[in-house]
């Protein structure tokens, strides 16, 4: 009796989105308008993938190497979309997310281990998601820092209250941001040539020029398989609709997959054009442009102030709807793997607190972001090594057990993820 007429609306959007998948199960829905009520999971935890980190680590790719580095931007992204449709498929065949099956058949010392590893990491993402927003509205209105953070806060928390409108109004908000990020990156591309021959040759051909590169390949490597979406993710995708019946399972396994496919597509495309623009506008006459700030002050004399504006608007828009997902990401985590709920506002204080004592200490904000998707490197091995393990049990999965190729490639992924973490600790280790 106390909900506005705007709410009421809004939790009509998600009962009536899930109806609408309701009929695509039951074949009431054809063509585009059955894909639709699908499009949510996938793209909710795509802004994982384009957030403020992908743009720190990328810039620093395409500025001090050129297009050397797209190889490692493409295999990120490949990677990515593999385990997020390997942890979408556990969603909808177990009905649970990532966090309660390990809670469930771990034993609970290894939970507690999985839940710090996931906690530093929910620090990590939202030093560079809160970071990114912040410098935005910093750059934008010319204010201190910490106010932009201030305001990156208030903002956050505004959009952290749809969720107690249902699941649809969250996911069209994200949706939103997605769509704004992805043309203000790609439109960005217009103002630089890009040469399709060493593009190409960046993609398919791996080099790491020196130790740097191998430190920016593993911040893009953390920067894209985020930890925390290969939680959320399984939680999303199990938790919109129960299937009836494994004819029904079988369809919404699918319809993951393409959702997965199309909307890290995107994602992939947009951190593509980050590099390419990078490389654009900083490589030949700029490679010391490494600072988000110092980018956005120089594309203005470049470029003009739309360039410079495209820039700012994609920041602040992957930073705040990114630093949403995290937090919804890190609230979940918690609570499927220990069954604590933490209040929001204390959730949003512990994750914060590690950009406020960057920002207090002086620090370099930009080289700690990237920092900070290097530390996301070492953790996204763990939630990698549960979903191969679960994905591949059969009392787990039964008949939508992962096997065969994409079995295999996987732990390939997983292989290569540690020995590329392993190759960056001997490489800079200090008494090396």
């Known amino acids: 009796m106390n909900d506005t007429p705007v709410s009421q609306r809004e939790r009509n959007w998600s009962a009536r989105t899930s109806m609408q998948l309701r009929e695509a199960l039951t074949g009431d829905r054809r063509g585009v308008r059955l894909l639709l009520p699908f499009a949510g999971p996938a793209v909710v935890v795509s802004v994982a993938y384009i957030d403020?980190?992908?743009?720190?680590?990328?810039?620093?790719?395409?500025?001090?190497?050129?297009?050397?580095?797209?190889?490692?931007?493409?295999?990120?992204?490949?990677?990515?979309?593999?385990?997020?449709?390997?942890?979408?498929?556990?969603?909808v065949a177990t009905g649970m997310s990532l966090g309660k099956l390990c809670a469930l058949r771990l034993p609970r010392p290894v939970v507690w281990a999985i839940w710090g590893v996931s906690e530093i990491a929910a620090m990590a993402t939202d030093l560079a998601e809160f970071l990114g927003g912040a410098i935005g509205f910093s750059?934008?209105?010319?204010?201190?820092?910490?106010?932009?953070?201030?305001?990156?806060?208030?903002?956050?928390?505004?959009?952290?209250?749809?969720?107690?409108?249902?699941?649809?109004?969250?996911?069209?908000?994200?949706?939103?941001?997605?769509?704004?990020?992805?043309?203000?990156?790609?439109?960005?591309?217009?103002?630089?040539?890009?040469p399709w021959g060493p593009v190409l040759h960046g993609m398919f051909v791996p080099t790491v020029p020196d130790g740097g590169a191998l430190l920016v390949c593993a911040g893009i490597v953390g920067a894209t398989i985020m930890p925390h979406a290969l939680f959320l993710h399984s939680g999303l995708s199990g938790g919109r609709i129960k299937p009836r019946n494994e004819q029904e399972r079988a369809q919404l396994v699918r319809y993951a997959n393409a959702e997965t496919i199309i909307a890290l597509t995107v994602a992939g495309l947009v951190n593509m054009g980050m590099v390419i623009m990078a490389c654009g506008a900083f490589h030949s006459g700029h490679r010391e442009v490494t600072e988000i700030g110092t980018a956005y002050r120089t594309l203005t004399p470049l470029f003009g102030s739309m360039a410079a504006g495209l820039f700012l608007t994609a920041l602040m828009a992957s930073g705040l709807s990114s630093s949403v997902v995290g937090t919804m990401a890190g609230q979940m985590i918690m609570q499927d793997l220990l069954g604590v709920s933490l209040p929001l506002w204390l959730r949003r204080l512990v994750t914060m607190a590690p950009s406020f004592v960057v920002v207090a200490c002086g620090l370099g904000v930009t080289r700690s972001l990237v920092l900070s998707q290097v530390v996301l490197s070492f953790a996204v091995p763990v939630p990698m090594l549960a979903l191969i393990g679960f994905a591949s049990t059969r009392d787990v999965m039964g008949e939508h057990r992962l096997g065969g190729a994409l079995l295999i490639l996987a732990i390939v992924i997983f292989v290569a993820v540690v020995a590329m973490n392993a190759m960056l600790l001997v490489r800079t280790w200090p008494f090396s």
């Open 139 to 194: 750059l934008l209105a010319r204010i201190p820092l910490l106010v932009g953070m201030t305001i990156t806060a208030a903002l956050t928390w505004a959009l952290l209250s749809l969720q107690r409108r249902g699941y649809r109004p969250i996911e069209l908000a994200i949706g939103a941001f997605v769509g704004l990020i992805a043309v203000a990156y790609i439109a960005q591309l217009a103002f630089v040539t890009v």
């Open 52 to 91: 403020p980190g992908n743009l720190a680590t990328n810039l620093q790719a395409g500025a001090a190497y050129g297009y050397a580095l797209l190889w490692a931007v493409l295999f990120a992204n490949c990677a990515a979309m593999l385990f997020q449709a390997v942890s979408a498929r556990v969603g």
